[in-house]
C-alpha cells in the first residue's frame, strides 16, 4: 500500500510540474464546459517534448476536442510545421482554433479537418508525417494505428492516450470491451516488430512506438 500511495504522490507531483499556457488552460475549460476529456498537463508536455525531439514539421493529431493536446503538440514543434487536426464535431474544432490563436500560433499552421478519421487518415501522404496522435475512440484506435504506421515516415512516433483506460488496463479482472480494445492495442503494438515500444505511465497512460 506504502508502494501505490508513493506512486499517487509522484503522479500528482509529475502532473504538477507541467506549467501549461493560457491559450491550453482555456481550451481546458472549454473542454470541461462541452464535458469532453482532454491530456492531462503532464501528458500534453510529454507531447511537446516528442514534438521536439523530432523538430517536428508534420504532425497529425486524431481527436483535436477543444485543442488542449493541440496546444501543446504546436509549441514543440518546428516554428514553420503544420498540425493537420481530424475530429467530427466541428464545433469543438472552432473551440480548438480559439486556442491556437490564443497561444499565437500561425492560421497557416494548423489544419483542422472535420469528418471521421477513418474517411479522412486515407486520404493523407504515405511516410510523410513525424508525429501521429490517436486520441479518439479506444475502439477505433486499432484502426487509426494502422493509418498511423502508414503515414509516418521512418524513426515517425505514434501516441495513443488513455491507453491504461482508467486504471482498468492494468487489472486482469476487468473485461469489459473497451478495456479489453485497449489491452489488444497495446499488445499489437509491443509484438509488432516494425515499432520500437513502450508504455508510460503518465496522465492515463501513453502509448509510444517509433516506426523502424
Ligand atoms: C478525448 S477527446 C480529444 C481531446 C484532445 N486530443 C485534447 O486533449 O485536447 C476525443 C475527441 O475525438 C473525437 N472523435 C471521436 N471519434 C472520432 C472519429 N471517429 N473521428 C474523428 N474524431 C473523433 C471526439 O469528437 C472528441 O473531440
Not at 507531447?47 to 497529425?60: D, G, N, P, S
Not at 472552432?94 to 483542422?112: L, M, V, W
Amino acid at each position: 500500500m506504502a508502494g501505490s500511495s508513493a506512486k499517487a504522490q509522484n503522479w500528482v507531483y509529475t502532473e504538477g510540474l507541467a506549467v501549461e499556457s493560457e491559450a491550453a488552460q482555456q481550451a481546458r475549460a472549454a473542454a470541461a464546459e462541452a464535458g469532453i476529456e482532454c491530456v492531462t498537463p503532464a501528458t500534453g508536455a510529454l507531447l511537446e517534448t516528442f514534438a521536439a525531439m523530432a523538430r517536428a514539421k508534420h504532425v497529425v493529431e486524431v481527436g483535436t476536442g477543444t485543442g488542449v493536446s493541440g496546444t501543446w503538440l504546436l509549441a514543440g514543434m518546428a516554428s514553420d510545421g503544420v498540425l493537420t487536426t481530424i475530429d467530427v464535431e466541428v464545433d469543438l474544432q472552432r473551440e480548438a482554433r480559439r486556442a491556437f490563436a490564443a497561444a499565437g500560433i500561425a492560421s497557416s499552421r494548423t489544419r483542422t479537418i472535420g469528418g471521421r478519421a477513418m474517411d479522412v487518415l486515407p486520404r493523407l501522404a504515405n511516410g510523410n508525417y513525424d508525429l501521429v496522435l490517436v486520441d479518439a475512440e479506444v475502439t477505433d484506435a486499432a484502426d487509426h494505428l494502422a493509418q498511423a504506421k502508414r503515414l509516418l515516415r521512418p524513426g515517425g512516433t505514434v501516441v495513443v492516450t488513455e491507453a491504461l483506460w482508467g486504471d482498468k488496463v492494468a487489472d486482469p479482472a476487468r473485461r469489459d470491451s473497451d478495456t479489453v480494445a485497449m489491452r489488444e492495442v497495446i499488445r499489437t503494438v509491443m509484438e509488432d516488430e516494425g515499432l520500437h515500444a513502450t508504455l508510460l505511465p503518465t496522465g492515463g497512460g501513453v502509448l509510444v512506438a517509433v516506426k523502424r
